[in-house]
């Protein structure tokens, strides 16, 4: 556990509108600044809302390694599917994983696991990422997918827990009351 003190981002952050959107940054740029410091492979950054399905890191590190030789490329991966990335006609490549299939994205949420070297060389994407907020959010990582490959799960493998009406929609084809019932208390 890392005890965060968002005094030591004031001269960094932009002052926000609000107190939680400055929180939200501090709380990232945080995540970033360890992983830079003191990662050496794998970096898994996740949000507190998302529920994941019990293969995921299994499947994500397994995946990771396999397209990663194969396409010889360090490579972001996404554990959602999200709906609003089906918004638009853009193609996309389907690439065989461990136990499943995945597709090339150009967006991403702030869940996603890459490696050091992808963090050491778009550090100051990451940087900007947190000095303010962007819209969209994740404007300076969604550019890094422009020269880099980012997969996402078919069939999801974590959900978003947003709001149905929000932007990105709740990941398809996932029986959330059956969620429900299983882990109701």
Request: glycine share 2%.
């Amino acid at each position: 556990m890392i005890n965060l003190n968002h005094a030591n981002h004031n001269a960094i952050i932009k002052k926000q509108k609000s107190e939680q959107t400055f929180s939200n940054l501090s709380s990232l740029l945080k995540c970033y600044e360890v992983a830079k410091e003191q990662s050496e492979d794998l970096v898994f950054f996740v949000e507190d809302d998302y529920l994941h399905f019990e293969p995921m890191m299994e499947e994500m590190i397994a995946s990771y390694e396999r397209i990663a030789s194969q396409l010889k490329k360090e490579l972001f991966i996404c554990p959602a599917d999200y709906p609003y990335l089906y918004m638009n006609n853009k193609k996309t490549n389907i690439l065989i994983g461990n136990k499943r299939h995945w597709r090339t994205v150009d967006r991403s949420l702030c869940t996603f696991m890459t490696s050091k070297i992808m963090i050491d060389k778009y550090w100051n994407n990451f940087y900007n990422t947190c000095l303010d907020r962007n819209d969209p959010f994740e404007k300076y990582l969604n550019e890094i997918y422009k020269m880099e490959f980012c997969i996402s799960p078919l069939k999801s493998l974590s959900v978003h827990m947003t709001n149905i009406n929000s932007s990105y929609g709740l990941s398809p084809f996932i029986d959330y009351k059956k969620i429900w019932d299983e882990n109701s208390v």
